[in-house]
C-alpha cells in the first residue's frame, strides 16, 4: 500500500493565504526553472518577497508538510526545504525536537 503524502485537510491549512505578500505578483516568479544566472535571479527576487511576508511562517510550514518539491515557499527554495524535511526526519528517528524552520 502506498503511503499519501499529502495527508492534512487543505482547508484547515489555507488560512494564511489571503495575508501572504505574493498575492498580486505573478505566481511564475516562485517558479524558477533550474540554475542558470537568470533562474537564481529570479529565486532571489522570490525570496524577496518573502522577506517582508508577514504569514512566512506558515507558508513554510504547510510547503514542509504537503511535500512541495517545486518553487519558492516560505522564503526557501526546494534544495533549503529538502534540507529541513532530512533535518527532521533524523531529529524525530533520534527522539530530538527541532525548533520551526523559520
Excluded at 60 to 89: H, K, N
Aim: hydrophobic share 35%.
Amino acid at each position: 500500500m502506498t503511503e499519501r503524502r499529502f495527508r492534512h485537510d487543505p482547508d484547515e491549512m489555507w488560512w494564511w493565504l489571503s495575508d501572504a505578500a505574493c498575492i498580486g505578483e505573478d505566481p511564475e516568479l516562485f517558479f524558477p526553472i533550474g540554475t542558470s544566472p537568470p533562474a537564481a535571479d529570479q529565486a532571489f527576487r522570490a525570496k524577496a518577497v518573502c522577506r517582508s511576508c508577514p504569514v512566512r511562517s506558515p507558508c513554510l510550514e504547510w510547503s514542509l508538510v504537503t511535500f512541495q518539491d517545486a518553487g519558492v515557499w516560505g522564503g526557501l527554495d526546494e534544495e533549503e526545504r529538502r534540507q529541513i524535511r532530512r533535518l527532521r526526519r533524523r531529529a524525530g528517528a533520534s527522539g530530538r525536537e527541532l525548533e520551526p524552520a523559520v
